[in-house]
């Protein structure tokens, strides 16, 4: 078989790839020796900038299938009838910890999902946990600067941590769920799926309807203790990246099943929480869990960068049948999503192979960096245009609805919403068993140790008086293992 040339990224051969071009065997390295330019020069460009946030990450490739009939709630094509399926492509991350951290460490983990469906890519870009820590996405860059490091030390702080969320009651809900085992899942195989927000559906008939997404790990659920965690963290940080790439290979195919919660329009009007309310869940018991279909991760990426660091995700990735809903942090993802990755991979991130659309794309969007021209060449770059065949098709048009108010204002996003606590404490009460509930105080307890500084006992104090709210047996062991004296004031306050 005769063998390939070595080229230059113009397809030239060349000869001298380990022995730079010198005066003399001992001489200066000449400046014309562009073999060592191009190679040196596109070295230190092969990262780009990582993620702000969900920075280590791991992905797959799979498939997802239909075997449950929806298509009284939605017109997608994707859900029109049982058997139908489509390639899609799967990425697992850790949230606040750079590229380099070990993706064992305490964090919720991403759920990002991308399904190549012929009316479009859907991206359902969620989370291991079914709420978050915020309602309103104008809160998150200062969430997140909590979760990331100290401008002055470049050190991460429990202090900072805790005080963000001893002001915001309403995180209680995720910094249970956090600070429990499930805040350390073993690996990405073992662990649950949501879609976290509120979305909606649209069907033939142009009604919608209100809609919860759900993946069930048909691996069992399983978790590291913190104890465990750490180990690992030591001893393999990439554990979960291994497991998942060990378990394709070997033809473990990790599966997860597809449920959906629905609940009308009239229904919502007379839910007991804003049901757009993202640090809320809603009770199996009302609105039961309706099976859908099947995911299955079959194939590990040729190359971890092209596929898992170059794609990119956005809940705006909607497909004809699937909106989006009035859910305050939903709405500022479907801007901020989007533009991460205009910054990141650049504004033609969509045409990478990850990214790409495997059926049609007709726009008028051209240049910019990377600009790929094989898909539309020389065809116009406006619309309307006498030239092309292009046609915008009215059976794809928006849903038109009627918005409840005429009035702008900055609405406070805890008025006649202010709830932080009921669902909470059912989670302590109710969700957990008696070694779970163990496990969540040790951890709480664990992380809180590390308050520090001359706001220590009001960060505290604040924070104590959130978990009475919730559960008085969870405040009462919190403040004993933190040796805090409570009085009846504390678990009395209201904030």
Known sequence: MDSKKLTLSNGAPYFE??????????GPVLLQDFVLQENLAHFVRERIPERIVHAKGS???GTFTVTHDISQYTKAKLFSKVGNSCRMFARFSTVGGEKGSADTARDPRGFALKFYTEDGNWDLVGNNTPVFF???AKKFPDFIHTQKRVPKTNLKSATMMWDFWSLNPESLHQVLILMSDRGTPYGYRHMHGFGSHTFSMINDKNERIWVKFHFKTKQGVKNFTDEEAVKMSGENPDFAQEDLCNAIENGDFPKWTLYIQVMTEEEAKDFRWNPFDVTKVWFHDDFPLIEV?????????VNYFAHVEQSTFSPSNLINGISFSPDKMLQG???SYPDAHRYRVGVNAHHLEVNRCPFA???????GYMADSSQYQDKPNYFPNSFDDTQADASYKNFEYELDSAHVANYNRNENDSDHYTQPGLLYSK???AEER???????VGSMKGISGPKKDEIINRQLCHFFRANIELGMKVASQLNVNIDANMMNHSK
């Open 17 to 26: 790839h380990q022995d730079s071009q010198t005066v003399g065997p001992r």
């Open 333 to 335: 993802r479907l801007f």
């Open 59 to 61: 992905g797959a490739y």
């Open 134 to 136: 915020i309602k309103d």
């Open 293 to 301: 279909g099947e995911m299955e991760l079959n194939e590990i990426p």
């Open 431 to 433: 969700a957990m068993n």
């Open 438 to 444: 163990d496990h969540l105080i040790k951890n709480i």
């Open 361 to 367: 794309v007709n726009n008028y969007q051209r240049d």
